[in-house]
């Protein structure tokens, strides 16, 4: 099951190149980033080509950071892309908690990033209905 | 016990010390121009006092009075026979200065050895003195009286997190004296070594120079996996050593033989009966070169007592439950950082250290109350955030009137974790 990494971060400037700064000593590559903030904090989340040593890294600045399981599902990129595992979602009851969602080739394939209560549960819905899910290591390579 | 004849003497037989020491600190402090003065001016005859109850004659002293007789004017002895002074920080005036004879320090050092062994440090023990030495009395106070006892001292001082670890990890240390907010920081600066400090050889804190709760006195014990003790003492009263908890850790065993006790309200005067709360007044019967008569030490306790398993007789105060001049008044209900402080530190997910901002707008008060989350406590929902916040917001109803807003910071983003702690910033304009 992958992983992303979540840090807490209070809502004001520098909060990301603090964060940046550490894993880039440490030669951990972000290959995606999103914030969800909620006015004075928020919770940076970060999709990292090795999530624990930098989530171990970030700990170890002081960095409030932890390590979330999370599903990856990889899907055409093509009008209508989403929609279909959208919909499987909607059809089996599952609500999404947070997602993000990049491209990886232009018009071929992109992914979508998403938390949900049962991670186990909704990855093994998600397979039966024909999505394909990413494993940890396909995603940390891409 | 370190000296059974006085620490469990017949109570008759302390008084009778009492008295005796006391009439010869008034006898020398007569010869002072500050008491002199208060003597002649509200006509006490030194030689009539012939019991304790006479002590109520007296004024009170206070801060200001040793700040107006600064340099020298309460010091009691020829200048030739002090060996040492101690000052105050000073911050908000003029410093306070006292005077110690080579008698009173080798009375007081014996006076923390005492201390040292009802917390059963032995003189196998060794001692990290991680406390600033200099005009502050804390640092030097305890290094006296460990060495009296017989410990090997470290005599590390404060700052250099780095060096205080391996000074432990290579002397072995086992007890240590530390401010309560730089044990926490340095309890997590050890976890970033990798090393847990339950592992350490440590069993033992002496915790002193600023104020905190209890709960946090239960969050070093459960970080360091030791035994941490509260003590009191300041330098008007020589300094750490005044009372110290025993290992049943119930209060502070006051050392009488020192110190007459009494207890007041703080805002009449009145002297109040045992066991009732208000502002702790003490005299020094037991340093020649700077006496004190009924010193208003401004800290809020009770005397407890009934007497201590233990068997010392010295009668123990409660914890201090804050100071007269830390109460701050919110809404119109007077409040004490302390409290605060132990709801916070009952919240698992709240770190070690918080601000209290005091504020006004448009006329009403409002408190905001900064606190820190604990790393290993975030999961990364930003629900559980929210929730958290209300958790405090709801634990902290029951004691202030007005609704706090509550504002989550990065752990180790708050000021003075090493030192003394400013924990309230009031900025309202009065």
Same mark, same amino acid.
Request: aromatic share 0%; charged share 15%; hydrophobic share 35%.
């Given at each position: 099951m992958p992983f992303q990494v979540s840090v807490f971060a209070e809502n004001r400037p520098g909060k990301i190149e603090r964060i940046t700064d550490v894993l880039s000593r440490n030669k951990i590559n972000i290959r995606a980033i999103t914030i969800s903030d909620s006015g004075d904090y928020g919770i940076i989340k970060l999709l990292l080509d090795r999530p624990e040593a930098g989530c171990d890294a970030l700990k170890e600045d002081g960095i409030a950071a932890t390590l979330k399981e999370i599903i990856a599902v990889k899907m055409e990129d093509a009008p209508g892309g989403l929609h279909t595992v959208a919909s499987i979602l909607s059809d089996k009851g599952i609500n999404v908690e947070d997602a993000y969602g990049f491209m990886i080739k232009s018009h071929e394939s992109a992914i979508f990033v998403f938390q949900v209560e049962n991670v186990k549960h909704v990855e093994k819905l998600l397979q039966e209905a024909g999505v394909i899910t990413v494993t940890e290591k396909e995603l940390y390579l891409l | 016990m370190w000296n059974k004849d006085i620490e469990a003497i017949d109570r008759k037989d302390l008084e009778a010390l009492q008295l005796k020491r006391l009439k010869k600190a008034l006898e020398l402090a007569s010869g002072t121009p500050f008491y002199g003065k208060v003597f002649r001016d509200n006509k006490v005859d030194v030689s009539k006092i012939t019991t304790l109850e006479h002590l109520k004659d007296l004024p009170f002293t206070v801060k200001n009075d040793l700040r107006l007789s600064y340099p020298d004017g309460m010091m009691a002895v020829p200048k030739s026979d002090v060996v040492r002074m101690h000052a105050s920080s000073g911050t908000t005036g003029k410093s306070t200065v006292i005077f110690y004879s080579q008698k009173d320090i080798h009375e007081w050092a014996d006076l923390v050895a005492r201390s040292m062994v009802a917390t059963g440090t032995t003189r196998d023990d060794i001692f990290q003195n991680m406390m600033g030495y200099g005009l502050f009395t804390g640092g030097l106070g305890l290094h006296y009286g460990a060495e009296r006892l017989g410990c090997m001292v470290i005599p590390s001082s404060t700052g250099n997190t780095l060096r205080q670890i391996q000074l432990m990890e290579d002397f072995f240390t086992t007890v240590i004296h530390i401010t309560p907010s730089y044990a926490l920081h340095l309890a997590e600066e050890i976890h970033k070594q990798g090393v847990d400090p339950r592992d350490l050889p440590v069993k033992k804190a002496y915790l002193g120079a600023e104020p905190y709760s209890e709960a946090t006195r239960d969050k070093i014990e459960e970080q360091w996996g030791i035994d941490a003790y509260n003590s009191y003492g300041m330098s008007e009263m020589n300094g750490p050593g005044v009372a110290f908890e025993c290992t049943n850790k119930a209060g502070m065993h006051l050392w009488e033989d020192f110190y007459i006790t009494e207890v007041i309200?703080?805002?009449?005067g009145e002297v109040l009966p045992d066991g009732e709360e208000g502002e702790l007044v003490l005299t020094h019967i037991n340093r020649e070169a700077m006496p004190i008569f009924r010193y208003r030490t401004r800290d809020l306790t009770r005397i407890i007592p009934e007497p201590c398993s233990c068997g010392r007789v010295h009668r123990r105060i409660e914890r201090i439950k804050g100071r007269t001049d830390d109460m701050f008044i919110i809404g119109g209900v007077n409040i004490f950082p302390s409290q605060i402080e132990s709801v916070l530190m009952n919240i698992p997910e709240v770190g070690n250290n918080y601000q209290i901002v005091l504020d006004r707008e448009e006329n009403l008060d409002r408190i905001i109350i900064k606190v820190e989350l604990y790393s290993k406590m975030f999961h990364g929902d930003l629900k559980d955030l929210e929730k958290l916040r209300k958790k405090i917001v709801e634990e902290l109803r029951a004691l202030i009137v007005v609704n706090p807003r509550i504002e989550l910071h990065e752990p %180790? #983003?708050?000021? &003075? #974790? !090493? %030192?003394? &702690? !400013?924990r309230v910033v009031d900025n309202r304009k009065l």
């Open positions: - | 309200n703080p805002e009449t %180790g #983003s708050l000021p &003075a #974790s !090493v %030192g003394k &702690a !400013v």
